[in-house]
């Protein structure tokens, strides 16, 4: 099966802005999708498709995609972006429909 | 309000089995693939297995595969898990997710609040 990549860890400045990527060869296929996830919290969906944010998503948070990387930037973060962030993505890499996460970026806001 | 309340996690013995339950609310049911997303203890999120809407197309990761069925009642609006031979590594928080299918691809849109599974003897 497939592998998303993405940095350990990546620190901001309050109300700077951060890119966080996701590598891997199922992101040639498929679109990544971005999920924030706090402490002791479930994870939520903060951006999906091209560029696609669900409801109640603040707009600071935007995705993008070249090749095999797939992008998450937050412009202008704020103390409560602090969170792991995973990318994931279908993999239809072992003949079947799968879902395959990437290894989380912890974003630390300074 | 979609929401996904997971249930039915504890402590079991390797070998063991368990059942994990996620009850639907909030939206069509019927309508939606259901995923099993599971986190270990200080790691990283997991896909464990996939059914489609009808239960026609069921998918697990490699790591799971022969050991849990996935399993929906769209009567109930409930969604199962059946985890057997458990091992020490399947410990972890098991999520239920709904599937997002949109115009170019699929998503994790709603989260239940996870249930913790937790083998060892």
């Known amino acids: 099966s497939s592998e998303l990549t993405q940095d350990p860890a990546v620190s901001v400045a309050l109300g700077q802005t951060v890119r966080i990527t996701c590598q891997g060869d199922s992101l040639r296929s498929y679109y990544a999708s971005w999920y924030q996830q706090k402490p002791g919290q479930a994870p939520v969906l903060v951006i999906y498709?091209?560029?696609n944010r669900p409801s109640g998503i603040p707009d600071r948070f935007s995705g993008s995609s070249s090749g095999n990387t797939a992008s998450l930037t937050i412009t202008g973060a704020q103390a409560e972006d602090e969170a792991d962030y995973y990318c994931n993505s279908r993999d239809s890499s072992g003949n079947h429909l799968n879902y395959v996460f990437g290894t989380g970026t912890k974003v630390t806001v300074l | 309000e979609v929401q996904l309340v997971e249930s039915g996690g504890g402590l079991v013995k390797p070998g063991g089995s368990l059942r994990l339950s996620c009850a639907a609310s909030?939206?069509?049911?019927?309508?939606?693939?259901m995923n099993w997303v599971r986190q270990a203890p200080g790691k990283g999120l997991e896909w464990v297995s996939s059914i489609s809407s009808s239960s026609s197309y069921i998918y697990y990761a490699d790591s799971v595969k022969g050991r849990f069925t996935i399993s929906r009642d769209n009567a109930k609006n409930s969604l199962y898990l059946q985890m057997n031979s458990l091992r020490a590594e399947d410990t972890a928080v098991y999520y239920c997710a709904r599937d997002l299918r949109y115009s170019s691809g699929w998503s994790l849109d709603y989260w239940g609040q996870g249930t913790l599974v937790t083998v060892s003897s």
């Open positions: 498709g091209k560029n």
């Open positions: 909030g939206f069509t049911f019927s309508s939606y693939s």
